[in-house]
């Protein structure tokens, strides 16, 4: 049986720790959340993932790590300080704030009161000041998305690689954004993790890669484990796009709260290089942007035949580290209804442990010894985090590793001491061999290929 209950979810999280509500011992901040043990892991293995898929795979995409604090400047010239808002509504009986697209019948969803305020804008950016001065006058922000740094690194890649076009720029990072009710666990949260890829094409090619996009992105999410029937692909309405977007499709995913946007590709068109860059009246730029004369850089590219300066088109597939997290999670739940067994059938390139070594007897110093040494040797094949569980019954470690999606567990008994063999338990089909320590290193690092 596949889950789709967040109460579920929710308290195997917390249970078996992968998150836990952020300041927690001071009641908890509404929109944040902490990554325990088993959480970060599966968070950087589903990182690791896309990193692969995307710069190590491939040979047009160079990685970038740029800074979360962003100077005004590039915040104002991005439009984000005038248009990256949401609609505000206050009710004005029960003091609740609301983004008016979750009013219930024009209607309060908290008191039902109809005695509501206009709606009006309100900015997701976080500001904060920087150096020892907060007179206002040197603010910048918590970047609201990883996209605006890759804009203005462009020629800083450009020069240092000698790329030619097509070629991409990915990162992967925090992003902020203060939404006015954080909500569906962490679906909507104020803190969380992109992963962006700026793709620079010739403006005229942007559609035909704006597909291309489509298609692959929706097919990593595949590979990843996520069902396709519980995948869609919506293009946005006109007027809902982005300032920047010329077109955006989303990839939605039937998430236990709804179906809702996992990531959005869109077409940033010129918008941003020319938003950023220097001597803007010298391009015939497509998009609407504010008048900037401030910057000291080109952001453009020579044609090599004509020798004229173009500004190149990019196409962005940006997702959400914490949404793909609850879609995977989602995914992975199951429970045999027979012995209710609880098991997070992850992939094994995203669990977060990939084996646990079992000692037969908890604290018998030769059969713990054994087991350290057989956990030191996979764990230098470099496959990921390999578990010595030194806490007991067998039983009640199968069930854990069960519910954190360990695919293999491995005990060592009295037989181990003698011949060094192992057994070895297999997480989807609970079935076990017996294994020498040469077969164990085959079969694990095969398992893992
Ligand atoms: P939504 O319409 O759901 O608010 P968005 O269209 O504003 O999302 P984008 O600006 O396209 O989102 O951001 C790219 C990705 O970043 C989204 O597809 C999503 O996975 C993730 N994301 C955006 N906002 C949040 C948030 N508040 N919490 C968690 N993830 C987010």
């Given at each position: 049986?596949?889950?789709s209950s967040m109460e579920e979810l929710v308290s195997?999280c917390k249970?078996?720790?992968?998150i836990f509500q952020s300041n927690d011992i001071y009641g908890g901040v509404k929109g944040l959340y902490d990554?325990?043990?088993?959480?970060?892991?599966?968070?950087?293995?589903?990182?690791?993932?896309?990193?692969?898929?995307?710069?190590?795979?491939?040979?047009?995409?160079?990685?970038?790590?740029?800074?979360?604090?962003?100077?005004?400047?590039?915040?104002?010239?991005?439009?984000?300080?005038?248009t990256f808002s949401d609609p505000l509504v206050d009710c004005k009986s029960c003091k609740s704030r609301w983004k008016s697209d979750q009013l219930i019948d024009k209607s309060c969803p908290n008191c039902k009161s109809k005695d509501l305020t206009d709606p009006r804008p309100f900015n997701l950016m976080f500001k904060?000041?920087?150096?020892?001065?907060?007179?206002?006058?040197?603010?910048?922000?918590l970047?609201p998305?990883?996209?605006?740094?890759?804009?203005?690194?462009?020629?800083?890649?450009?020069?240092?690689?000698?790329?030619?076009?097509?070629?991409?720029?990915?990162?992967?990072?925090?992003?902020f954004r203060n939404e006015i009710t954080p909500r569906n666990f962490i679906f909507r949260v104020r803190e969380f993790?992109?992963?962006?890829?700026?793709?620079?094409?010739?403006?005229?090619?942007?559609?035909?890669?704006?597909?291309?996009?489509?298609?692959?992105?929706?097919?990593?999410?595949?590979?990843?484990?996520?069902?396709?029937?519980?995948?869609?692909?919506?293009?946005v309405n006109?007027n809902d796009?982005s300032?920047?977007?010329?077109?955006?499709?989303d990839?939605m995913y039937n998430f236990p709260h709804g179906k809702e946007e996992?990531?959005?590709?869109?077409?940033?068109?010129?918008?941003?290089?020319?938003?950023?860059?220097?001597?803007?009246?010298?391009?015939?730029?497509?998009?609407?942007?504010?008048?900037?004369?401030?910057?000291?850089?080109?952001?453009?590219?020579?044609?090599?035949?004509?020798?004229?300066?173009?500004?190149?088109?990019?196409?962005?597939?940006?997702?959400g580290?914490e949404r793909?997290?609850l879609?995977?999670?989602n995914?992975?739940?199951?429970?045999?209804?027979?012995?209710?067994?609880?098991?997070?059938?992850?992939?094994?390139?995203?669990?977060?442990?990939?084996?646990?070594?079992?000692?037969?007897?908890?604290?018998?110093?030769?059969?713990?010894?054994?087991?350290?040494?057989?956990?030191?040797?996979?764990?230098?094949?470099?496959?990921?985090?390999?578990?010595?569980?030194?806490?007991?019954?067998?039983?009640?470690?199968?069930?854990?590793?069960?519910?954190?999606?360990?695919?293999?567990?491995?005990?060592?008994?009295?037989?181990?001491?003698?011949?060094?063999?192992?057994?070895?338990?297999?997480?989807?089909?609970?079935?076990?061999?017996?294994?020498?320590?040469?077969?164990?290193?085959?079969?694990?690092?095969?398992?893992?290929?």
């Open positions: 049986m596949v889950s195997l249970r078996r720790g992968f990554y325990g043990p088993m959480g970060v892991e599966l968070k950087n293995n589903l990182k690791s993932s896309w990193w692969k898929s995307m710069i190590y795979e491939r040979d047009d995409i160079e990685g970038l790590d740029a800074s979360i604090l962003t100077g005004r400047e590039v915040l104002k010239y991005s439009g984000h300080e005038d904060t000041s920087i150096g020892p001065v907060d007179d206002g006058s040197s603010f910048a922000y970047r998305e990883t996209a605006q740094q890759i804009f203005t690194n462009f020629k800083n890649v450009l020069d240092s690689t000698s790329r030619v076009l097509p070629f991409g720029i990915a990162q992967i990072g925090k992003a993790e992109q992963m962006e890829l700026e793709f620079f094409v010739e403006p005229g090619s942007d559609e035909k890669w704006h597909k291309y996009w489509i298609e692959s992105r929706y097919h990593w999410w595949i590979e990843q484990g996520i069902n396709k029937n519980r995948l869609e692909l919506n293009e006109k796009l300032h920047y977007s010329k077109a955006t499709v990839i996992l990531e959005g590709i869109a077409n940033r068109t010129d918008f941003d290089l020319a938003s950023h860059t220097k001597n803007q009246k010298d391009f015939n730029i497509s998009s609407k942007v504010l008048k900037n004369l401030k910057s000291t850089t080109k952001l453009a590219i020579q044609n090599l035949e004509d020798k004229k300066w173009f500004i190149p088109y990019v196409i962005e597939p940006s997702a580290v793909g997290f879609a995977l999670l995914e992975a739940y199951t429970v045999d209804d027979k012995n209710s067994r609880i098991v997070l059938a992850l992939k094994p390139h995203l669990s977060p442990i990939k084996a646990a070594v079992i000692p037969l007897k908890r604290n018998n110093d030769k059969l713990v010894n054994q087991a350290k040494n057989i956990k030191n040797n996979l764990q230098k094949l470099g496959l990921g985090r390999v578990m010595l569980e030194n806490s007991g019954n067998i039983g009640k470690n199968y069930r854990r590793h069960d519910e954190i999606g360990t695919p293999l567990c491995i005990t060592v008994d009295f037989e181990t001491l003698e011949d060094k063999s192992v057994t070895i338990r297999d997480r989807d089909t609970m079935k076990q061999q017996r294994l020498s320590p040469e077969q164990l290193k085959n079969y694990y690092q095969k398992y893992f290929d």
